[in-house]
């Protein structure tokens, strides 16, 4: 059965089912989470794992306060024998608090460590994935761990053109290392893409054969 909408006190009314009501408006509830985190991102203006300024920022729940479980707990709480009845502003002011203390729920990373975050596992916990990134980030200043091969415009492009750095791909269970005037040269349309330009990050879904020259195992 579909969800309804009704009028009520100038503010529609939701009458149906969870499933019908992030169908219809996971939307409206993605856009909601933007707005709360807006200010709050441009406080922060850096990746709380990786530290990097200057790339685009992402607003990642942290595991267990993920947008739908929380939003699972507020229709609870309006749910009567599976049927859920909910005024939209109500929801809304909800949402709201249920991201209050927003520290204790949201966290601002760049592209490369929100995918990372949502792809480590559900019991690995924050303050271990943190260690994770702090471990791979103390090995070299001139050494960056990945899950896939990916090029971040503020690690390579403070280093001298002869002075080498090292990629570590989880994905591929190995290391990369080659010159700055190496990764000029070779991968050239990655420096002219956007996404390394004005975003700051570069990554491959697939790694590139081109790559595989460079490459160092390890155990």
Do not use: W
């Not at 059965?1 to 993605?30: A, C, H, V, W």
């Not at 690995?124 to 090029?151: A, C, P």
């Amino acid at each position: 059965m579909f969800g309804i909408f009704k009028k009520q006190n100038d503010n529609p009314t939701y009458t149906g089912n969870k499933e019908d009501f992030n169908k219809f408006l996971s939307g409206f509830s993605r856009n909601l989470v933007q707005r709360i985190s807006k200010s709050y991102k441009r406080k922060i203006g850096k990746c709380e794992f990786c530290s990097a300024t200057g790339v685009e920022l992402d607003s990642a729940h942290i595991h267990g306060k993920e947008r739908k479980i929380l939003i699972s707990n507020i229709l609870d709480k309006h749910s009567l024998k599976g049927k859920v009845q909910i005024n939209l502003k109500d929801f809304e002011n909800e949402l709201i608090k249920a991201h209050d203390p927003i520290e204790k729920v949201l966290k601002i990373l760049c592209k490369e460590c929100h995918y990372e975050y949502d792809h480590s596992t559900k019991d690995e916990g924050e303050s271990e994935f943190e260690e994770k990134k702090g471990i791979s980030k103390s090995l070299s200043k001139n050494y960056r761990s990945y899950s896939r091969l990916t090029f971040r415009k503020d690690f390579i492009e403070p280093l001298s053109y002869d002075e080498s750095f090292s990629i570590n791909v989880s994905n591929d269970n190995c290391t990369y290392t080659l010159t700055k005037s190496e990764f000029y040269n070779i991968f050239s349309n990655v420096v002219n893409t956007y996404s390394y330009r004005k975003k700051g990050v570069y990554s491959y879904n697939v790694t590139p054969k081109k790559i595989l020259r460079f490459k160092k195992k390890y155990g």
